[in-house]
């Protein structure tokens, strides 16, 4: 089974352009999470689809970032502005849902890699 | 203040040691608590996952929680050169409402030796 898939693995624009990023998760994960890694920090929640409505969007920066998951399968992070802070690592992880206890498993995408210049 | 501490490192010990990885956060609210394995060039990806306070073990790995101190605990047995990896803690509230990210520490790099 194919895990979490992100496009591209890294991104080199110049401050003022578009970027878009996108996400395949696991076939039949529902939920699907974008999260972020700035340089020299911890990883932080940026926003949480359930299929293609977004259940809490409270970790994005700022409005010049737009997600969408239109049909419920990949999603797309698009950064129109791209400013110089938004370098870093952006991950997606999916998941089933919580099971039992509220046990949930995340899994990860490799990442891709923003460079803002 | 950082909901989530963790020590980054880096740590670097020989193969066959015992390594002892923590985390120390403040939000009570927390419940459910992983450790996670992240290659270089890598996205996480999932080693132990704890619900409340208590040990899992699973081969040379254990996770312990103390959520009196609000403290948690990766120990690593008899390390191994491909056991050289970032390793960050998260850790989640239950899954009720929207509450479901993961609130990450900034990792520890650990480096074993051969």
């Known amino acids: 089974e194919a895990g979490v898939t992100q496009f591209p693995s890294h991104s080199v624009i110049e401050k003022g352009q578009t970027v878009t990023l996108r996400c395949d998760p696991i076939?039949?994960?529902?939920?699907l999470y974008w999260y972020r890694r700035v340089m020299g920090k911890e990883i932080k929640f940026l926003l949480h689809?359930?299929?293609?409505?977004?259940?809490?969007e409270s970790g994005m920066p700022n409005n010049r970032f737009l997600a969408e998951r239109t049909g419920g399968t990949y999603s797309t992070l698009k950064v129109q502005p791209a400013e110089l802070e938004d370098s870093g690592v952006y991950f997606c992880?999916?998941?089933?849902?919580?099971?039992?206890?509220?046990?949930?498993?995340?899994?990860f995408g490799p990442g891709t890699r923003l460079l803002v210049l | 203040q950082k909901e989530v501490e963790q020590d980054p490192g880096p740590l670097s010990v020989p193969e066959g040691a015992i390594v002892s990885l923590n985390c120390t956060y403040s939000?009570?609210?927390?419940?459910?608590f992983m450790w996670y394995r992240q290659y270089s060039r890598k996205g996480p990806e999932l080693l132990m996952y704890?619900?409340?306070?208590g040990n899992k073990e699973d081969g040379r790995f254990t996770a312990q929680v103390d959520k009196s101190s609000k403290y948690i605990s990766l120990f690593i047995r008899d390390s191994q050169p491909s056991d050289s990896a970032t390793y960050l803690c998260?850790?989640?509230?239950?899954?009720?409402?929207?509450?479901?990210?993961?609130?990450f520490g900034s990792g520890t790099q650990l480096t074993v030796l051969p």
């Open positions: 992880a999916s998941s089933q849902g919580p099971l039992g206890q509220g046990q949930e498993t995340q899994y």
């Open positions: 076939s039949g994960h529902d939920n």
């Open positions: 689809f359930v299929k293609e409505s977004k259940q809490d």
């Open positions: 939000n009570s609210a927390f419940q459910y």
């Open positions: 704890t619900y409340s306070s």
């Open positions: 998260a850790m989640k509230r239950p899954s009720s409402g929207s509450a479901r990210q993961l609130t």
